[in-house]
């Protein structure tokens, strides 16, 4: 069985169960934090980032760490001015983020990141995992790491349009 079906059995019973990864697979709260903190720690070139939240202090931090090292980074972020804070750490330390809203109900819901996009070790990330302290250390929530070319290409063209059409924080 796979484990994701593990687990949606666990947990439809009410059992406990420590999830699996296999290869490509995080999990909250099992270990979803360290693993997103392995894609983002990674990206040597560029890293967007697409977020609905952003206010976990390990993950933004990082993020900024990786602008300070010089990495492109990119973040789109909804509602940016619950975020002030964690936005000017990014923005101090050299990445870009904009705030994403749409006059017609379009909103961020996204939580996906693209490191190293185009280059042998690119990282594509996409799950249910917001970047706060909740979701990554109290839901149950599933994310998956692949390297595909076709999945990057969707997502980080997505992320273009998101970030050319958000507004500079």
Same mark, same amino acid.
């Given at each position: 069985?796979?484990?994701?079906? &593990?687990?949606?059995?666990?947990?439809?019973?009410?059992?406990? @169960?420590?999830?699996?990864?296999g290869? *490509?697979?995080?999990?909250?709260?099992?270990?979803? $934090?360290?693993?997103?903190?392995? @894609?983002?720690?990674?990206?040597?070139?560029?890293?967007?980032?697409?977020?609905?939240?952003?206010?976990?202090?390990?993950?933004?931090?990082? /993020?900024?760490? &990786?602008?300070?090292?010089?990495?492109?980074? &990119? @973040?789109?972020?909804?509602?940016?001015? #619950? +975020?002030?804070?964690? /936005?000017? *750490?990014?923005?101090?330390?050299?990445?870009?983020? @904009?705030?994403?809203?749409? #006059?017609?109900?379009? +909103?961020?819901?996204?939580?996906? /990141?693209?490191?190293? +996009?185009?280059?042998?070790? !690119? !990282?594509?990330?996409?799950?249910?995992?917001?970047? #706060?302290?909740?979701?990554?250390?109290s *839901?149950? $929530?599933?994310g /998956?790491?692949?390297?595909? !070319?076709?999945?990057?290409?969707?997502?980080?063209? !997505?992320?273009?349009?998101?970030?050319?059409n958000?507004?500079?924080?």
């Amino acid at each position: 069985m796979s484990a994701i079906e &593990r687990v949606f059995n666990a947990d439809y019973k009410h059992s406990s @169960v420590t999830p699996g990864d296999g290869d *490509n697979l995080l999990w909250s709260p099992t270990d979803a $934090e360290s693993r997103l903190l392995s @894609v983002v720690n990674r990206a040597t070139t560029t890293l967007d980032v697409d977020e609905e939240e952003f206010s976990d202090t390990t993950l933004t931090n990082a /993020i900024a760490a &990786r602008a300070a090292a010089g990495v492109t980074v &990119r @973040v789109v972020v909804e509602h940016p001015s #619950s +975020y002030s804070s964690e /936005i000017s *750490n990014v923005d101090s330390s050299g990445g870009s983020v @904009v705030g994403y809203s749409s #006059s017609t109900g379009t +909103y961020i819901h996204a939580k996906a /990141i693209v490191a190293d +996009y185009g280059l042998s070790t !690119q !990282q594509v990330e996409v799950g249910s995992m917001n970047f #706060s302290a909740n979701s990554v250390g109290s *839901n149950r $929530e599933l994310g /998956i790491i692949l390297t595909d !070319q076709g999945v990057a290409d969707t997502v980080e063209n !997505q992320f273009n349009s998101d970030f050319s059409n958000g507004t500079p924080q």
